[in-house]
């Protein structure tokens, strides 16, 4: 096996897709939600992106666990700080969904989503005080560094080492 499965580089892909989505959402939403201009739609999508980002994981790990990986580039100590990125990745495609949904359980963002009034949507000064939603964001923070690691570390493979890494993520 010298690639990962079809259904393991989809998932992949479309987590990148949806993570970008929910970011742009997420940030939007926090400067919306302070005007008092934001929508419930907004909002909405946000929650169904992110929701299927951590579905998208389960899944990924189920296939994972069915058609195996293929077999580590090498031994160096920067083949094992890149495993060691990938696993904080798959932790932070779990927890971070999970401190959203509990940003929306902890504040009145799921009362404002379930009497579908958008005035109730809490503000940057309500969710200051809300711990979920500082997790959340230093999460997303989180995210960022890793995922900027894991592009580094891909670029170097593609362009100075020139090992061809990322057909082991392109569709075959
Ligand atoms: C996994 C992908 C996700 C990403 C990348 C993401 C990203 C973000 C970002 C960048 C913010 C703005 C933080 C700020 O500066 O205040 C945010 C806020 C928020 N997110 Fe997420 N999020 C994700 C998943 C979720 C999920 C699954 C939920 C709930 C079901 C959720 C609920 C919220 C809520 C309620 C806010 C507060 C909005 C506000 O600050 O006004 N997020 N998210
Ligand atoms: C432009 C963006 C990206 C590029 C070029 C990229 C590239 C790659 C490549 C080439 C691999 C295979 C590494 C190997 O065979 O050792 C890989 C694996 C992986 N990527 Fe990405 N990736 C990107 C974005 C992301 C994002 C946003 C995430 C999640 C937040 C992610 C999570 C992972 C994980 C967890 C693996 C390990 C797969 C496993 O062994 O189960 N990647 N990526």
Same mark, same amino acid.
């Given at each position: 096996?010298?690639?990962?499965?079809?259904?393991?580089?989809?998932?992949?892909?479309?987590?990148?897709?949806?993570?970008?989505?929910?970011?742009?959402?997420?940030?939007?939403?926090?400067?919306?939600?302070?005007?008092?201009?934001?929508?419930?739609?907004?909002?909405?999508?946000?929650?169904?992106?992110?929701?299927?980002?951590?579905?998208?994981?389960?899944?990924?790990?189920?296939?994972?666990?069915?058609?195996?990986?293929?077999?580590?580039?090498?031994?160096?100590?920067?083949?094992?700080? %890149?495993?060691? @990125? +990938?696993?904080? =990745?798959? #932790?932070? !495609?779990? /927890? $971070?969904?999970?401190?959203?949904?509990?940003?929306?359980?902890?504040?009145?963002?799921?009362?404002?989503?379930?009497?579908?009034?958008?005035?109730?949507?809490?503000?940057?000064?309500?969710?200051?005080?809300?711990? %979920?939603?500082? @997790? +959340?964001?230093? =999460?997303? #923070?989180? !995210?960022? /560094? $890793?995922?900027?690691?894991?592009?580094?570390?891909?670029?170097?493979?593609?362009?100075?080492?020139?090992?061809?890494?990322?057909?082991?993520?392109?569709?075959?």
């Amino acid at each position: 096996m010298t690639q990962y499965s079809n259904r393991m580089i989809f998932t992949h892909w479309l987590t990148l897709a949806l993570l970008v989505a929910a970011w742009f959402l997420g940030d939007s939403l926090s400067e919306l939600t302070d005007t008092g201009s934001a929508t419930l739609a907004a909002y909405q999508l946000h929650l169904v992106a992110g929701g299927v980002v951590l579905l998208l994981t389960l899944l990924r790990l189920f296939f994972r666990s069915k058609d195996g990986v293929p077999k580590a580039v090498g031994n160096t100590p920067m083949d094992k700080v %890149a495993k060691g @990125v +990938h696993h904080l =990745l798959y #932790t932070l !495609l779990f /927890v $971070l969904p999970l401190s959203g949904i509990a940003t929306v359980f902890s504040s009145d963002a799921g009362r404002a989503l379930l009497s579908g009034d958008a005035k109730l949507l809490p503000g940057k000064d309500v969710y200051e005080h809300v711990f %979920a939603h500082s @997790v +959340h964001e230093t =999460l997303v #923070t989180v !995210l960022l /560094v $890793l995922v900027a690691i894991h592009v580094l570390g891909a670029l170097k493979h593609q362009f100075i080492m020139k090992d061809g890494l990322i057909k082991r993520m392109t569709p075959h």
